[in-house]
């Protein structure tokens, strides 16, 4: 319906380049918040099955990386956010039950799809 309207506007108008760049402006935003959930949801999706991948493992350093048990010590400052934070964010459990629903491989693949 909109269309109707803004098309019969524009075989009566002229249309300025200081409107031209305000069109322009406006299809750019609409575009970025179409395109930020899409992206920000695949992101998610590689994130943890990435993450599932690595629970799926035993004894590797990866997976010591992750869980956070490297030696040393941490530098001062506010603590930055670890990976297994942000997984534990993002299904919304701990991370001995993110790894065991990371073990069944099905179960994991269900839990990515309903993101």
């Known amino acids: 319906m909109t269309e109707g309207v803004t098309k ?3 075989e ?5 380049k200081a409107d031209k760049n305000k069109l322009d402006a ?12 899409r992206l920000l949801k695949q992101i998610q999706q590689r ?10 493992r035993t004894g590797t350093m990866k997976k010591l990386i992750v869980e956070g048990r ?3 010590k ?3 400052g506010r603590s930055s956010s670890r990976w297994v934070d942000q997984t534990k964010t993002l ?8 790894e065991q629903l990371a073990r069944d491989r099905e179960g994991w693949r269900g839990i990515l799809k309903k993101l």
């Open 8 to 10: 019969k506007r524009d």
């Open 91 to 98: 299904i919304n459990q701990g991370l001995h039950e993110a």
């Open 74 to 76: 941490r530098p001062r």
């Open 47 to 56: 994130y943890l099955q990435y993450f599932g991948h690595i629970a799926r």
């Open 12 to 16: 009566t108008c002229t249309l300025k």
């Open 26 to 37: 406006f299809e750019m935003w609409v575009y970025r918040r179409i395109v930020k959930d």
């Open 70 to 72: 490297v030696e040393g």
